[in-house]
């Protein structure tokens, strides 16, 4: 079908996938979700919090990139029905579901997306709680605290939106915070000795914690900062910092390339590889390797491992469109064994996860039509 190095597949197929994952997590009903005790939370789009916030983003760059402007509506309208409950909290996860209003305020011209968004990205960088080496610390909107902690998840749920206002706005500052963020994760996260990221790190006590390389949050990275970097890097005027980021943004995808399991997903430890495997960490990994091979950021080969996802990843979308094989929430956890038995079943943030690999799979397509 293509010449460019994404993988030959049916057009077609990817794009009957997509619509069913998005058509079950914005408008399934809750008899569809299946009986277990974190079914509510796990599939309930109408809260305002980062589960719902990766889905969010995914429908909007799905209905944006496949040009359907009801898709573009329907995220709009979410906006419009949940944005009361963002008034009573702001904290790390609930800043992802803002990342939309820099897209709606293109689409749309109200200024209301592009004030509120301003608003939003002067408390992160003005009243965000940080750690001692000026990161981010990850706030959560549960009753819990993570003083002085680092969690790769911070990139997508807040900096990804600091990015894009800064692009919507033109303001370097904002571009330049949002950079120095990813290093500053990257700096934390990375291990020097495998190229793979810890899922967090505690300032306080200078250690990983677990010391898990959990999958998922080595995606969040990895489809995070090429997102972070279309955004900024024209209106970053610090090269050595970008070229920073370039190299450990590279060397971490050659260590994740070779992770990757045989039948194309990575396991949730990366490291373990007897652990079970992972579509939602996998699905973003991928689209991460072919948004970074699109933009230059690795080499063009690596665009195979991705190729090798897909299929694996459509294999593991049910008839009525929920992906499974995605593990449920996961905070830093007590060990790295723990990892290996958190319970698996449908999200908001898988779907949203499987969702944009397959957007992303699908204008790699259309490009070599």
Same mark, same amino acid.
């Given at each position: ?16 996938? #997509? ?25 309930? #789009? ?9 889905? =969010?983003? $995914?429908?909007?760059?799905?209905? %944006? ?5 009801? @898709?573009?509506?329907?995220?709009? &309208?979410? =906006? ?54 000026? $990161?981010?610390?990850? +706030? @959560? ?16 749920? #807040?900096?990804?939106?600091? #990015? ?29 000795? +495998? ?14 914690? /677990? ?11 990895? *489809?995070? *900062? ?10 970053? !005027? ?17 260590? %994740? ?10 396991? +949730? ?14 699905? !973003? ?18 665009? $195979? ?6 299929? &694996? ?15 449920? !929430?996961?905070?830093?956890?007590? /060990? ?16 949203? %996860?499987? %969702?944009?690999?397959?957007?992303? $799979? ?8």
């Amino acid at each position: 079908m293509n010449g460019n190095g994404y993988g030959l597949w049916n057009r077609n197929q990817l794009d009957e996938a #997509a619509r069913s994952v998005y058509r079950y997590m914005m408008h399934s009903k809750p008899e569809r979700w299946g009986g277990h005790a974190w079914t509510d939370w796990a599939m309930n #789009a109408d809260r305002w919090d980062w589960n719902a916030g990766v889905g =969010v983003i $995914a429908a909007a760059e799905f209905g %944006l990139k496949t040009e359907n402007e009801e @898709v573009v509506r329907e995220a709009e &309208a979410w =906006v419009k029905r949940n944005i009361g409950q963002s008034e009573s909290i702001l904290v790390i996860n609930s800043i992802a579901p803002f990342a939309v209003f820099p897209l709606l305020h293109r689409i749309t011209g109200r200024s209301f997306y592009a004030e509120k968004a301003g608003e939003v990205a002067r408390w992160l960088i003005d009243e965000a709680p940080r750690t001692k080496n000026g $990161a981010f610390e990850h +706030t @959560v909107t549960e009753k819990a605290s993570f003083s002085e902690q680092i969690w790769a998840d911070t990139i997508f749920m #807040a900096v990804l939106f600091l #990015a894009r206002t800064a692009r919507m706005k033109g303001d370097g500052r904002i571009a330049l915070e949002s950079l120095r963020q990813v290093r500053l994760h990257l700096e934390a996260l990375q291990d020097e000795e +495998t190229g793979l990221l810890f899922h967090g790190w505690d300032c306080e006590a200078g250690n990983w914690m /677990s010391g898990a390389r959990w999958n998922r949050a080595n995606a969040w990275i990895a *489809v995070g *900062v090429p997102m972070i970097l279309e955004e900024t890097e024209a209106l970053c !005027g610090d090269d050595g910092l970008l070229a920073d980021i370039k190299r450990r943004y590279a060397r971490l995808a050659e260590a %994740l390339v070779r992770r990757q399991g045989a039948g194309g997903l990575w396991p +949730t430890v990366l490291d373990r590889p007897g652990f079970y495997a992972e579509t939602s960490g996998s699905a !973003g990994i991928a689209c991460g390797l072919y948004r970074a091979a699109r933009m230059g950021l690795v080499p063009e080969a690596l665009l $195979a491992h991705a190729d090798r996802a897909v299929p &694996a990843v459509l294999a593991a979308i049910g008839p009525d469109g929920d992906v499974g094989g995605v593990s449920g !929430g996961t905070p830093v956890l007590e /060990s790295v064994e723990a990892y290996g038995e958190v319970p698996i079943f449908p999200t908001l943030y898988g779907q949203g %996860l499987t %969702l944009l690999l397959l957007t992303e $799979a699908l204008a790699a397509a259309g490009d070599g039509e």
